[in-house]
Nanobody
Framework: QVQLVESGGGLVQAGGSLRLSCAASGRTFSVGTMGWFRQAPGKEREFVSAIRWGDGTTFYADSMKGRFTISRDNAKNTVYLQMNSLKPEDTAVYYC?????????????????WGQGTQVTVSS
């Protein structure tokens, strides 16, 4: 089992920034990829970004490229999502997930563990 705890969400004005953190504990050696997804009310969970734990390769949804940056701290078993130039449409609950095996990192149903989520609200 891997336990994930997200933090860093909050209320921010449009154009502002937030940094989300996701700390992993438990069987962290089984982590292959860590990803961030978000879910707005009435919408499906949407891929945001992912990072391969081993080599640090990063992936982004097209709409987040240039605004969001994912990074990791292996020593702390923590992944970060730096979000800049936030827009009201970025408002959602942001979830951190762990995927043990290779595959489609954009597919939420391929992730094995999830955190409880952290709310991000961007006001206009």
């Amino acid at each position: 089992q891997v336990q994930l705890v997200e933090s860093g969400g909050g209320l921010v004005q449009a154009g502002g920034s937030l940094r989300l953190s996701c700390a992993a504990s438990g069987r962290t050696f089984s982590v292959g990829t860590m990803g961030w997804f978000r879910q707005a009310p009435g919408k499906e969970r949407e891929f945001v970004s992912a990072i391969r734990w081993g080599d640090g390769t990063t992936f982004y949804a097209d709409s987040m490229k240039g605004r969001f940056t994912i990074s990791r701290d292996n020593a702390k078993n923590t992944v970060y999502l730096q979000m800049n130039s936030l827009k009201p449409e970025d408002t959602a609950v942001y979830y951190c997930g762990v995927k043990r095996y290779l595959g489609n990192y954009r597919a939420s149903n391929e992730y094995d563990y999830w955190g409880q989520g952290t709310q991000v609200t961007v006001s206009s």
